[in-house]
């Protein structure tokens, strides 16, 4: 568990197993477990093991397990179907206790079970220890969404970690890289977390590398750069679209006569664009933004070159096209999934005329809310002062109304990075990224529940229960 201030540890992280089970069976008219073994798994994380055992033939099989003495809160495992070898892992785990579990397979309405089995987990390693630490200044007041729910966090530097903690601090889940730091993660609709992912003599928020893992830990995709169609820099944001396929930032360069502006013949702008691989690594569609603007026509683009619109948020409309956000111009665009061409502007000098009050200057972690709602965590880096807003967009009249402006607290700033998503209809996780600070909010601003991080969070994604169990569900 990742303690609540004023603890003196946070919970550890490790496996001690009490029992390797051998030989272990279970007569049946067609059931007979052997082999059974309990490991750790390959990367000897402490928050899942493998159980391993055969059958004389094919069967469909799972795992129950509990904490010894709290057989009335069972685990179950996805079923196995029709195998004679299985590995199943657990996850799931507390830290720091002791588990018994048990193998159950069936045809035909008819159940088998082996003998009950005994491990136990360990403490947290001193690699995690600190990174978190929750105040729970009112449980009381918490939302009942909150509290039924993770919240997903990651780490960019290296050693990189990717992690998904409950609101009372407590380490659910976690995956670690000894080389790379994690530039951004995602949990997807597959229960996968997505990620980008490189070394320290990347940027902050550029990879070289896709990486999907499972729940279970193992890897669902994996692609460096340099292979098949991966052949740029890629920044800010991951998605799996419906088709199962993988939607990025990519970063796009050209050469452009400057000299008309007072630049060189051959100077190389930097800007953005949208990269989709499939499975495979091949690219299915592409988008720049160069597409859509001239550089010789921006006013500041010799200043601006090297880091010409600093895209730093992708979102997949429900029509499927494309929501895109820049930091330098401070505006949001639609683009056109089909054609590319963009269908709205929206932001400083945009199409739509912004309410008196509702001006924002760079939108983070920009997205459609479950209000429908365009929303965006805004740095506020004229006013020193970061603010949630959502808007209702209309595309064709060009209209706006603003739904949601909250306020975040006197000196709540940070001047890049940052993201606010909605919990329920009247409160908001929103991570103040630069102040190494999340919060829990109601719409007005106040603070509810907070967490210090010893890392710098880039944002920091709520996932409830109902779509990460059975491999993550609440203890």
């Not at 004229?382 to 603010?387: C, D, F, I, V, Y």
Request: glycine share 6%.
């Amino acid at each position: 568990m990742f303690s609540k201030i004023n603890r003196s540890r946070i919970f550890a992280i490790g496996i001690m197993i009490i029992a390797i089970c051998v030989n272990a069976c279970t007569e049946g008219a067609f059931s007979t477990f052997k082999n059974i073994s309990l490991n750790e798994t390959i990367d000897g994380n402490s928050l899942r093991v493998a159980v391993q055992f055969s059958c004389a033939k094919a069967e469909d099989a799972y795992i129950e397990y509990w904490i010894n003495g709290q057989k009335d809160k069972l685990n179950t495992t996805p079923v196995s179907t029709q195998r004679s070898d299985f590995k199943i892992v657990l996850t799931n785990l507390k830290f720091n206790s002791t588990y018994q579990y048990r193998i159950v397979s069936g045809n035909g309405g008819v159940r088998f079970e082996s003998e009950i089995y005994t491990f136990k987990t360990k403490d947290v390693p001193d690699q995690l220890l600190g990174l978190y630490h929750v105040n729970l200044q009112n449980e009381q007041k918490l939302p009942t969404e909150f509290k039924d729910g993770i919240m997903l966090v990651y780490n960019r530097e290296t050693p990189g970690f990717i992690g998904m903690m409950d609101f009372q601090g407590t380490l659910r889940w976690y995956q670690r890289f000894n080389n790379t730091g994690v530039k951004v993660a995602h949990f997807t609709q597959n229960k996968t977390i997505l990620s980008i992912l490189a070394p320290m003599d990347y940027p902050t928020s550029y990879g070289n590398e896709i990486l999907e893992l499972s729940l279970t830990g193992d890897t669902v995709f994996h692609l460096k750069k340099g292979v098949m169609d991966f052949k740029q820099t890629i920044h800010h944001e991951i998605l799996l679209n419906s088709k199962n396929q993988y939607v990025t930032l990519s970063a796009e360069e050209k050469l452009v006569d400057l000299r008309p502006v007072g630049g060189k013949e051959a100077d190389t702008v930097k800007g953005d664009g949208i990269l989709i691989l499939d499975k495979s690594g091949k690219k299915i569609w592409s988008w720049s933004v160069f597409d859509a603007l001239d550089p010789l026509k921006e006013r500041n683009i010799l200043k601006e070159a090297k880091d010409w619109m600093h895209a730093n948020s992708l979102f997949i409309d429900t029509d499927g096209n494309y929501i895109i956000s820049f930091y330098n111009n401070g505006q949001i665009w639609k683009v056109n999934a089909t054609n590319k061409k963009v269908m709205w502007k929206f932001g400083k000098g945009g199409d739509f005329a912004l309410p008196k009050g509702a001006e924002f200057d760079q939108g983070h972690a920009v997205h459609i809310n479950k209000q429908h709602n365009l929303m965006l965590f805004d740095n506020g880096t004229s006013k020193k002062r970061s603010q949630i807003l959502a808007f209702d967009l209309n595309p064709v009249s060009k209209q706006v109304s603003l739904k949601l402006q909250t306020q975040l607290q006197e000196g709540t700033f940070t001047d890049r990075m940052g993201s606010a998503y909605l919990i329920n209809d009247k409160t908001i996780l929103t991570c103040v990224s630069k102040q190494n600070q999340v919060f829990l909010t109601t719409k007005t601003g106040e603070v509810l529940w907070s967490m210090m991080c010893a890392n710098t969070p880039y944002r920091v994604e709520f996932i409830p229960y109902s779509k990460s169990k059975p491999f993550i569900a609440a203890l």
